[in-house]
């Protein structure tokens, strides 16, 4: 055998080993390892978000909390907005008149409800600027096991749709799961982003 084939033979052998440790079967006959077909997901793209008025839901989302408004395809062949800042969109769609699945109490906080939470250096800021745009909120605040605090407060959309600003970066992200791997780009930005700004 020549040196060239003992080193292809020796490859393939190796390459059979890391797939072994990679791939281990538990005790319990579970496949620890390699992730079969993972999901080609990269990042949140947008939130979509129905509204009975288009004009003062895009007034909230880009005076209160910073989104910059952007073109919307012209294709779209209903009324909406679209708006992006921190790397998410808001998409937001003018419901039918008495839209059943808008929801009934505008007014009503409850943290265990469904809503979408944004991330926030300044907890404080973000209250002073609630309370001077008259945003009816609710404040809490949260310990782990480790006596790591995390802070939230939470308020409504005009159209009653929850939002959260935390500072839940204290809080160290563990996947439960060891096959469970996180993904988080940073090589990339999706969609790209043209930002008016000059050199």
Known sequence: MSKMQQQEVGGEEK????????????????????EENPSPLMALNH?????????????FYTKVLGFVLIERPQSLDFEGAWLFNYGVGIHLVQSKEEDQRLPSDTQHLDPQDNHISFQCEDLEAMEKKLKEMNVKYMKRSLEAEDGTKMDQIFFNDPDGFMVEICNCENLKLVPADSLSKIKIPMDRHTPPVETNQTE
């Open 47 to 59: 939130v979509s978000r129905l509204c009975r008025n288009v004009k003062e839901s895009m007034d």
């Open 15 to 34: 390459k059979r080993e890391d797939d072994s440790r990679d791939e281990r079967i538990t005790e319990s006959g579970e496949r620890e390892g390699k």
